[in-house]
């Protein structure tokens, strides 16, 4: 892949959008490298956890406008299909996702880090969807997520004014979880995707499908879907030596993920 690159460290696979030259732009081959990682990913059973981030000084700094500014209406209509496709396989991987958002975050950056299921960021972050500006909507999920995220108030205004805003406004408004010093912003994407995969696995996937599929469904729907996922940890044998060492009063020593 040319423009994504995959580590893996331990239990975690960092994924980072690796062309710094335009800002990690998305156009169509940026897309396919992410499709493909995303797949890498989900085949390695290694892989407990994912982070996604940027190099150099964006995260991704939005689709690739000198590509898409001689589009047809129909060329824009497979090239958003096509991104949203993508970060809905983001979206629903097995495994749990974090944006550690290192930089520019605007229009399809923004909309990347959405599909991720947590996201910090640095100080130096900056988070945005610019597309009325460029008298288009957002294409890659941003008119969904956002507003699901920060409420409809917050992303009408993010949205219809094309604002881009600091990583302590993104926090303020419930799009990021926490943010970091630049220099410790990797780290704290490390410690927190081990403090995960240090869990029952699972009991995590189940967690985090029980959520993402019950934010799309009214409240009876989801909690079905928790209870399906409830009932089923029940017979694993990381519940069975859970429990009887909690009740034991004695220490865990790991899970053994089934």
Avoid: W
Wanted: charged content about 20%; glycine content about 10%.
């Amino acid at each position: 892949m040319a423009y994504v690159t995959l580590e893996q460290k331990g239990s975690v696979g960092i994924i980072t959008m690796n062309h710094p030259e335009t800002l990690n732009a998305l156009n169509g081959e940026t897309l396919m490298d992410l499709s493909a990682v995303l797949d890498e990913v989900e085949a390695n059973d290694e892989i407990l956890a994912v982070i996604i981030t940027g190099a150099g000084r964006a995260f991704v700094a939005g689709a690739d406008i000198s590509q898409m500014a001689t589009m047809s209406a129909y060329e824009a209509k497979q090239f958003g299909a096509l991104g949203n496709q993508i970060f809905l396989k983001v979206e629903h991987l097995t495994k749990p996702t974090i944006a550690a958002i290192n930089g520019f975050a605007l229009g399809g950056g923004c909309e990347l880090a959405m599909s991720c299921d947590i996201r910090i960021a640095s100080e130096k972050a900056k988070f945005g969807q610019p597309e009325v500006g460029l008298g288009i909507t957002p294409g890659f999920g941003g008119t969904q997520r956002l507003p699901r995220i920060v409420g409809v108030s917050n992303a009408m205004e993010l949205i219809l004014t094309a604002r881009t805003i600091k990583a302590d406004e993104a926090k303020e408004i419930g799009l990021v979880s926490k943010v970091y010093a630049p220099e410790e912003l990797m780290d704290k994407a490390i410690e927190l995707a081990n403090l995960i995969t240090s869990q029952a696995q699972i009991a995590v996937r189940e967690s985090k499908a029980a959520i993402r599929r019950g934010m799309q469904a009214d409240i009876y729907t989801g909690a079905a879907y928790e209870n399906e996922a409830f009932g089923l940890c029940f017979s694993t044998e990381d519940q069975k030596d859970a429990m009887k060492a909690f009740v034991n009063k004695e220490k865990l020593n790991g899970f053994k993920n089934r």
